[in-house]
């Protein structure tokens, strides 16, 4: 029997729009102007290191925001995936450069702590509880898109960084305030950038392992060998790719042995049951399948081209 190939896809997934995006964008805008104009006045570190990552909130914002747009596009003979990697892109650009932020912000907290300065608590304060409220009301804006899709998680996770590291600024300009504890601004800075690091690495590793073409966690490879292999026309399942385009993509390719040398209308037959097989039991939406017979080719689960 020669070799053939067959596929068939399906998705169904929520659609993101970008609207509540652009707003985000346009309120850290505003609050990072307020926050830096603001720290330069007070001496306040822990508020510029607030208003840096706001700064980058917007950076990564807008690369959010054109990453969702670009995912929108269609497929064309150049791309014949479209754009729709833009979004896991651009979740691992923004995790990336939380990071980066973070170890920026850790060594201006640790000289900043070797010499405490004195620091206008009054503009601190006024100023962190605006950055709460602006960031508050971009949370709940992007708090649903941010359930279905990486990339608007990754701006989300910006955000209520950014709510918490003011809320905690908030708390440091009062101590300032009413005890001159100065040195807790630098605290507080240091305690901004270890949390910013945490939840930036596990975003940073999701769409490192989706973008590197791993074998997403929720599978188990053995599981659907073993399930393909029952079926009474397959000799052996072999040669499997697993991997996922982005988060709504999970794309599967095999070679499948067959015990004879059954005609293409009755592989077609035998692809149905096993593509049913696959999403239903898998979710698996993307799947193609070369058919054999009597080929002398490396018939190992995992084969290295």
């Known amino acids: 029997m020669g070799k053939h190939c067959a596929h068939n896809h399906a998705h169904s997934h929520g659609i993101v729009t970008g609207r509540n995006l652009l707003f985000s964008i346009l309120l850290n805008i505003i609050i990072t102007i307020a926050q830096v104009i603001g720290g330069l006045l007070s001496g306040s570190l822990s508020l510029l290191s607030d208003a840096l990552h706001n700064f980058s909130d917007v950076v990564s914002l807008i690369v959010s925001y054109y990453a969702n747009r670009l995912a929108k596009k269609e497929a064309s003979i150049k791309r014949t995936f479209g754009f729709k990697r833009a979004e896991i892109m651009a979740a691992f650009v923004n995790a990336a450069s939380m990071m980066v932020i973070a170890v920026i912000l850790i060594i201006e907290a640790i000289e900043r702590l070797q010499d405490p300065q004195e620091i206008s608590a009054r503009v601190v304060i006024i100023l962190s509880a605006i950055a709460i409220l602006g960031n508050g009301c971009s949370v709940l804006l992007l708090k649903r898109d941010s359930k279905v899709n990486m990339n608007m998680r990754s701006a989300y996770l910006h955000l209520i960084t950014d709510m918490m590291a003011s809320i905690a600024v908030l708390i440091g300009g009062i101590l300032m305030k009413y005890y001159q504890l100065f040195w807790v601004d630098s605290v507080l800075t240091f305690a901004i950038a270890i949390y910013l690091i945490i939840v930036a690495y596990d975003l940073l590793k999701s769409s490192f392992k989706i973008l590197m073409l791993y074998t997403p966690e929720t599978i188990e490879l053995e599981k659907i060998v073993n399930r393909v292999n029952e079926l009474p026309k397959i000799k052996s399942i072999h040669h499997i790719h697993i991997w996922q385009l982005n988060?709504?993509?999970?794309?599967?390719?095999?070679?499948?042995?067959?015990?004879?040398?059954?005609?293409?209308?009755?592989?077609?037959?035998?692809?149905?049951?096993?593509?049913?097989?696959?999403?239903?039991?898998?979710?698996?939406?993307?799947?193609?399948?070369?058919?054999?017979?009597?080929?002398?080719?490396?018939k190992d689960i995992i084969v290295q081209d």
């Open 247 to 298: 988060e709504e993509e999970t794309h599967l390719e095999a070679h499948v042995d067959f015990n004879d040398d059954i005609l293409i209308s009755e592989f077609g037959e035998t692809l149905n049951i096993i593509e049913n097989i696959l999403k239903e039991e898998f979710k698996i939406n993307h799947i193609t399948l070369q058919p054999e017979y009597g080929t002398k080719d490396n």
